[in-house]
Structures are given as C-alpha cells and as structure tokens.
C-alpha cells in the first residue's frame, strides 16, 4: 500500500510542478493617461521691474541714431539694461489693461498730458486732410503725398513738446524723433512694427521725463494706444502704406502687433468672450470698441476680400484654439520679444539717444567705436 500512495500522488505532484512552471504574471494595469502636451522651450516672460526714471540734471541729450549695425551690436543690446526698461514698459502697459474695457477708463479722470497726447494725436489726424492722396491713374500702393504729410508732423511736433512742458531745446528734438518715426518711412511709404515700437519708445521716453507716470498707464493703453491706431489705419487707408517687411508677418495683422498683446491683456477672466469667439461675427460687432484683438480681427475682416481667418489670417485661426486669453497673452509676449525685440532686420532701424541710451562697444554709423 505504502507504494500505491507514492505512485497514484506522483502524477499529481508532476501536474502541480507543469502548471506553476506555465502559468503567467498578470502585469498591473495601469490607466492609460493623455500624453502631457509638449512644454515651450520659451518660457513665458515675466515683466522686468521698471527703473525710476534718472536724474535729468546729469543728462546731455542728443539726437538718436542708429546703434544696431551688426550681430554683435544686436546681442549687446538683448544682454543690456535698455532692452529690459524696454520689456518693463511695454509689459507693465499690457498688464494695467487686464480685464479692463476702453470705456473702463477716461480722459477727465487722468492727468491733463492724456488729453494733451490724445489732442496731438487728432492734429495729425486733421494734417490728412491737408495732404491729400494724389491720383496715380490705378497704383494702389505708395501714395507719394504721403511724404508731404510725414514732412508736416515736425513743423507741429516742437510746440507739442513744449505743451507737455518740455522746455529744453534738446531734449525737445530727442524725444519728438521717436514721434516723427511712428507714422512709417517716408522714402519707402511703408510702415510695420519698428514704426509701432518707435510709439511706444516716444511714451516711454516722456515716461523717463517723469511725464507719464505708473499711474497713466491703464490710459495709455487703452485711450492714447487706441487714438494712434486709429490714425494710423487712417493714414494706411489714405496713402496705401506698404507693410514693412514681409507681407501679413506674423499672420496677424500686416501693420500692428501690440494691438493684440494688450487686447489679450484686455479678455483675460472675460465672463463669456473666449478666444473662439473671434470667429463670431456678433461678438465682433457688439464687443469690438471695447477690446482692441477684437476691434483688430473686425478691421482684418473688413478690410480682406476673402472673410475667412484661415486663409487670410492662419495664425490669428491657430491661436483661437488656445483655452484662455491668458495663455494669448503669454504667446504675445513671446513673439513680442522673438519677432520684434530679436529680429536684427526689425532692430536695425531702432535709434539710441539719451533716454534710451546704447551700450559701450556697439557701433556708430560713422564707423567709430566709443563708450555711450
């Protein structure tokens, strides 16, 4: 019996041992996830502190030149203390806009100079009409009284200054240089966002005057930045300005590029406006005097033959994607500072004065090299 047993309880033990050696490890299930999306290697840009303005005692000014002639010169202004006054002025103009609607702000209720930019600004509006188009049997582009009309803005711009209370002569012509530049190029009758960036340097240079103090800013954003749009789509209308550059850069605008970092500034935690809204043209109609994207998309579909952002606008049609006016505004900062700030062919043309002073070791067009 006692080998019975062994030999019926064999075959058992064989089975156990051939099915521990075949059985499989069930893995753990783990829940599948979406992919996180892929990080920008741009981070977003954060706002520099802006400097006080300096002491005007120590200041000898002087008429502004071009600084930026080689790589080189570009890479010393990216790495200096002007370009972050730069991004500090024009980034703390985005973010007094935020959440905030034109109508938000007024003139009454800001110092008089805001009235006085904004009274400037409607003279060069009214020199249109003295400067009118001359018939050129068809030509849409170039209008060539458009140069008469740029020539007229000095003759004016000396008593402006002196209103807003600057008195030095020199001083005067510095700062009203940026001015003059703002309305485009008058041999090549073109106009692109160096000439918009030269707007911003004039208000950031009375701001170095301490004329336009912190406490303006919501107004130059949203009152004095909105009266110089205004002219400006004027004077492109009326003279035929080419853009500047490559035609439609950005595929934004073919003129403008800041309109639309404050006017994301403007929607940010906007109740019902998101950024699809673009696509909807009641939204456009009923909303557009008060933000300034949606005042731009409405003028871009206005003023295009095929009302289609997708094809006359594609980026403007990939950015409506985005899932807040927040990460817009991020996205408008980058490009700011990668299409307009970093691009030599753009900052080229940019001019060094005083206020906005160059650093040692960049160029003169002279040829010399000297300290600033």
Known sequence: MPSTTTESSLPLRL??????????????????????PPQNPFPVPETPTLA?????????????????LSEKDHELFLASP????????????????????????????????????NSFLSAIDGTIKLCPPADQGGSRFGN??????????PLQSASWHR???????????????????????????????????????????LNRLSLLPESTFPAITLLIFPKYLSVLRKVQTTYYLEPAGSHGVWGLDDYHFLPFLYGASQLINHPYIRPLSIHNDLVLEEEGDEYLYLKMVRWTMSSKSVKNLRVTQPMLDDISSAKSWEKVEQG????????????????????????????????REDGRWRMA
């Open 52 to 68: 006080p303005p300096p002491d005007l005692s120590t200041l000898r000014f002087s008429e502004p030149e071009r600084r930026i």
């Open 15 to 36: 089975a156990r041992a051939t099915n521990a050696a075949h059985k499989i490890a069930i893995p753990t299930l783990v829940p599948r996830r979406k992919p996180p």
């Open 163 to 205: 209103t807003l209370g600057i008195t030095n002569p020199s001083a005067i012509s510095e700062v009203s240089t940026y001015l003059h530049n703002s309305f485009g190029n008058p041999a090549r009758i073109d106009y692109g966002s160096g000439h918009e960036l030269n707007f911003v340097i004039w208000l950031l240079c």
């Open 82 to 117: 002007t370009y972050s006054i730069i991004l500090a002025f024009v980034f703390s103009l985005s973010e007094s806009a935020a959440s905030k609607k034109i109508s938000s702000v007024s003139i009454s209720s800001n110092p008089s100079i805001v009235g006085q930019i």
């Open 144 to 153: 060539p009284s458009f140069r008469k009309f740029f020539d007229m803005i």
């Open 332 to 363: 408008m900062r980058r490009m700011f500072i990668k299409e307009v700030l970093g691009k030599l062919p753009v900052m080229q043309h940019f001019l060094f004065g005083t206020l906005i002073p160059a650093v040692e070791g960049m160029s």
